[in-house]
């Protein structure tokens, strides 16, 4: 069964360092996200991506943060400047083309980086 | 204002019992999906069951059922059955607006399950 993967599964970093998280989503979905679950509290929407571009974005998706597609399977999330807040689970979601009938809008999450921030 | 309310912080419930957890959303939209999620210990966000808000009938797989209540606006999970494995967050989710759109999702609290013997 196809899946998202996510890599690597925890990063350790220096607070003002930065890091790129990994994702590869399914391979057949167009749409493309992520969220944070900072621990013990619930999932928050980063970021939407579709056809190349940001679709959507939220508060927490500032200027310290960027996403790229580099080919056609990777996708990643960059914090430029981590601070000891970035602290969380990072999660890659992906969702299929729209398609007649079914539930196709159905985002599947890939298993998270958790990332700390000392 | 909070578009997902999980008012169980957490639930005890027996093995091969049926558990219901409660979920309930704020939204205008005339068009939205709603999911649940359980997130085990491990860390991962694994997808049971949607329900969009034109499905006449309540979602189902396998052991989960949805009770979709569109004027109460709920949309309660039921584990029936439950078993160990179980055990984890549950997590109710939204997604506003037609199926087309850029489909964020807004997660609630969500609600500790612990099975037990």
């Known amino acids: 069964e196809p899946e998202v993967t996510q890599t690597p599964s925890h990063q350790v970093t220096q607070m003002g360092q930065e890091v790129i998280l990994r994702c590869v989503p399914i391979s057949n979905h167009l749409y493309f996200y992520w969220y944070r679950q900072i621990l013990g509290q619930k999932v928050e929407f980063l970021v939407s991506?579709?056809?190349?571009?940001?679709?959507?974005k939220s508060e927490i998706f500032d200027d310290q943060f960027s996403v790229e597609r580099p080919d056609g399977s990777n996708f990643t999330l960059k914090i430029r400047s981590t601070k000891l807040e970035d602290s969380a689970m990072y999660f890659c979601?992906?969702?299929?083309?729209?398609?007649?009938?079914?539930?196709?809008?159905?985002?599947?999450f890939g298993p998270g980086t958790r990332l700390t921030v000392l | 204002a909070q578009k997902i309310t999980q008012t169980q912080p957490g639930m005890f419930v027996q093995e091969k019992e049926a558990v219901t957890l409660d979920c309930t959303y704020d939204?205008?939209?005339?068009?939205?999906?709603l999911f649940w999620y359980k997130q085990p210990s491990s860390g991962e966000m694994i997808f049971l069951i949607y329900q969009g808000s034109y499905d006449q009938q309540n979602a189902t797989e396998g052991r989960y059922s949805l009770n979709f209540q569109k004027a109460r606006k709920s949309a309660n999970l039921v584990i029936s059955a439950s078993q160990l494995g179980d055990s984890a967050m549950y997590f109710c989710a939204m997604r506003e607006g037609a199926t087309d759109s850029w489909g964020k999702l807004q997660f609630g609290a969500g609600t500790q399950v612990v099975v037990t013997p």
């Open positions: 979601a992906s969702r299929a083309r729209m398609e007649a009938g079914g539930p196709s809008d159905t985002q599947y």
């Open positions: 991506f579709y056809n190349n571009e940001i679709s959507e």
């Open positions: 939204t205008s939209d005339p068009s939205y999906g």
